[in-house]
């Protein structure tokens, strides 16, 4: 049985805006707009704000996108502006190194977030103790978790416990979840591990903020979002939605519902050209299960081609291609654009 929000402990939200925000403008925000962020979420006692190229420490290249400042940049301008709000940062081993977790750690980080594919958690082992010997608070996370069983998350969450997480959970990468599917997924993981349960939810199907509180009612207590949904494709979780809904049933966020609305509008007014929205690529993309940072890449490389970007999107879902596999969306292009003709 779900306890009651006044059983429970206070949900902690996670501002990712400065982090999975820069897939929106291909990780091109300046420090300037890094530093306005990061003042109005301290204002609003956000509790953690993540900060970083938009695929996570040492990610920054040709391949996926270099980004308009280097790490140690972004972590400095962040953590000066942050005088109660924790920083927090985020990295998949293959892109980011041990070398990047010290330099975060050095430059401030208190949270560090190991994400792995949702059935590879034995790659966190690693990263996850350096994490904890740096002594910053370790996290795992598991990308794309819908390509995977309840039982399975579970399994691979309870792993990265053992590992020295000190809190786990899932991401739902493409929007692809309804709130059932988080119910079944958080109950899971709850019920294997005895640390609290993360979940990170994006907008592609319109479901984020309902996802986020079935999470919530299904255990989970840190709980993912960013201003105005800024992301990747239909954007994440709406911070500001999240705090008002979470407030009207009964949670404590210890986050100021009007400082929290400006911080929405800083966001707005100086890091975007517009809010995302619920296109058809990013339902195409939600339906497909497909990354939604493969927005950009898919529609430009659909054009290019001369190919339907929805068919692309369908077709990508088909062959289960993940982030980090960037690559694959041309050659799929080109057979599509064969098959075409």
Same mark, same amino acid.
């Given at each position: 049985?779900n306890?009651?929000?006044h059983?429970?402990?206070?949900?902690?939200?996670?501002?990712?805006?400065?982090?999975?925000?820069?897939?929106?403008v291909?990780?091109?925000?300046?420090?300037?707009?890094?530093?306005?962020?990061?003042?109005?979420?301290?204002?609003?006692?956000?509790?953690?704000?993540?900060?970083?190229?938009?695929?996570?420490?040492g990610?920054?290249?040709?391949?996926?996108?270099?980004?308009?400042?280097?790490?140690?940049?972004?972590?400095?301008?962040?953590?000066?502006?942050?005088?109660?709000?924790?920083?927090?940062?985020?990295?998949?081993?293959?892109?980011?190194?041990?070398?990047?977790?010290?330099t975060?750690?050095?430059?401030?980080?208190?949270?560090v977030?190991? &994400?792995a @594919?949702?059935?590879?958690? !034995? *790659? =966190? %082992? +690693?990263?996850?103790?350096?994490?904890?010997?740096?002594?910053?608070?370790?996290?795992?996370?598991?990308?794309?978790?819908?390509?995977?069983?309840?039982?399975?998350?579970?399994?691979?969450?309870?792993?990265?416990?053992?590992?020295?997480?000190?809190?786990?959970?899932?991401?739902?990468? &493409?929007g @692809?979840?309804?709130?059932? !599917? *988080? =119910? %079944? +997924?958080?109950?899971?993981?709850?019920?294997?591990?005895d640390?609290?349960?993360?979940?990170?939810?994006?907008?592609?199907?319109?479901?984020?903020?309902?996802?986020?509180?079935?999470?919530?009612?299904?255990?989970?207590?840190?709980?993912?979002?960013?201003?105005?949904?800024?992301?990747?494709?239909?954007?994440?979780?709406?911070?500001?939605?999240?705090?008002?809904?979470?407030?009207?049933?009964?949670?404590?966020?210890?986050?100021?519902?009007?400082?929290?609305?400006?911080?929405?509008?800083?966001?707005?007014?100086?890091?975007?050209k517009?809010?995302?929205?619920?296109?058809?690529?990013?339902?195409a993309?939600?339906?497909?299960?497909?990354?939604?940072?493969?927005?950009?890449?898919?529609?430009?490389?659909?054009?290019?081609?001369?190919?339907?970007?929805?068919?692309?999107?369908l077709?990508?879902?088909?062959?289960?291609?993940?982030a980090?596999?960037?690559?694959?969306?041309?050659?799929?292009?080109?057979?599509?654009?064969?098959?075409t003709?």
């Open positions: 049985m306890s009651t929000p059983d429970r402990p206070p949900i902690l939200i996670y501002d990712r805006t400065l982090r999975d925000g820069h897939h929106a291909g990780h091109q925000l300046d420090a300037n707009q890094l530093r306005a962020y990061a003042t109005a979420a301290n204002a609003a006692r956000v509790p953690v704000v993540e900060v970083g190229h938009g695929n996570g420490l990610a920054s290249s040709l391949q996926i996108g270099r980004a308009k400042l280097d790490d140690a940049t972004m972590l400095t301008t962040v953590r000066e502006a942050l005088t109660s709000s924790k920083m927090g940062v985020f990295m998949a081993p293959g892109w980011g190194t041990s070398d990047d977790l010290a975060a750690v050095h430059h401030g980080a208190d949270v977030r190991i &994400a @594919h949702c059935t590879e958690a !034995d *790659v =966190t %082992e +690693r990263h996850l103790g350096v994490v904890r010997d740096l002594g910053a608070e370790a996290q795992g996370v598991l990308l794309m978790s819908h390509m995977t069983s309840a039982g399975r998350l579970a399994e691979q969450c309870a792993l990265m416990v053992k590992f020295g997480a000190q809190a786990v959970g899932i991401m739902d990468s &493409a @692809h979840y309804l709130p059932t !599917d *988080v =119910t %079944e +997924r958080v109950h899971a993981i709850a019920d294997a591990v640390v609290p349960v993360i979940f990170h939810g994006h907008n592609n199907l319109g479901l984020a903020v309902a996802n986020s509180l079935a999470a919530v009612d299904a255990g989970a207590c840190v709980i993912d979002a960013t201003a105005r949904g800024f992301g990747a494709g239909a954007g994440n979780t709406q911070l500001e939605a999240l705090v008002a809904v979470l407030e009207r049933r009964g949670f404590d966020t210890g986050i100021g519902l009007r400082a929290v609305l400006a911080a929405g509008d800083v966001a707005a007014h100086h890091l975007m517009a809010p995302p929205s619920i296109d058809s690529i990013a339902v993309s939600g339906r497909a299960g497909v990354f939604s940072g493969f927005k950009r890449p898919v529609l430009e490389i659909a054009r290019t081609e001369g190919v339907d970007p929805i068919d692309l999107f077709t990508l879902g088909e062959r289960q291609v993940v980090g596999q960037e690559d694959l969306i041309g050659d799929v292009a080109r057979q599509l654009k064969a098959a003709r």
